[in-house]
């Protein structure tokens, strides 16, 4: 008969004084009771909120299957984002090329991974060069039926503050003179992506409550 051994049991007596561990061996409710109620502020610190992870959810009234389906091609960007336009797919299989009308004259390159058994979609993508996709906007589309017990779907999204952002690692491949970087935006990236995916919520709303195909037939050839 195997022995199951206490959780944490591998860290002996570190277990109890790991520094970011709070469990309730450690910390009884009396003593988290202040910490949790301090993380609950009126105003957080800006580098708090726009630190190294962009966090947007949403609830979409589309079924999910569906929903997930229009969002695994890629061309679904056209529709929803607020500035990826034109995309043609590139001589490499699977990967697209579009134009961010947020700088001038710059393409983006992109090529989708998704999962249908866990409705993942990850997009990955880089300005100006296709070799090396490092922006990664990490989507999951979840039934609302089994977290929220009502129809519909639940869009999870986030994005993370690769080093990159804070300087082009390519500058060879910009266009001359752009005045912009895509990390000069990082700031508002929190606004921007809820921006978008209100946009999302619309469009699938809107096609789900007329009786629509999520997934349009321009995007079906």
Not at 44 to 54: A, E, L, S
Not at 160 to 168: A, K, L, V
Not at 205 to 217: M, S
């Amino acid at each position: 008969m195997t022995t199951v051994l206490p959780a944490l049991s591998d860290l002996g007596d570190a277990a109890a004084t790991l520094d970011g561990l709070t469990r309730i061996e450690s910390h009884p409710r009396q003593v988290a009771t202040p910490i949790l109620l301090d993380r609950l502020r009126s105003v957080y610190p800006h580098d708090q909120i726009y630190g190294d992870f962009c966090p947007v959810q949403g609830f979409v009234d589309a079924p999910p299957r569906e929903l997930y389906d229009w969002l695994a091609d890629t061309r679904s960007l056209e529709e929803w984002t607020y500035s990826l336009r034109g995309f043609t797919r590139t001589d490499e299989d699977g990967l697209w090329v579009a134009e961010d009308r947020l700088g001038s004259d710059t393409r983006i390159y992109v090529r989708t991974i998704a999962n249908p058994a866990a409705m993942t979609v990850d997009y990955h993508c880089a300005w100006d060069q296709g070799r090396h996709l490092w922006m990664i906007y990490l989507m999951r589309v979840v039934d609302a039926q089994v977290v929220l017990d009502k129809p519909g779907s639940v869009v999870l999204w986030c994005n993370c503050r690769h080093p990159f952002y804070d300087e082009n690692p390519y500058p060879e491949t910009a266009p001359p003179e752009r005045p912009v970087w895509v990390g000069d935006f990082w700031d508002t990236f929190s606004a921007g992506h809820q921006l978008e995916l209100e946009n999302l919520t619309a469009i699938a709303e809107y096609r789900h409550h007329h009786q629509l195909p999520i997934t349009p037939d321009w995007m079906r050839s």
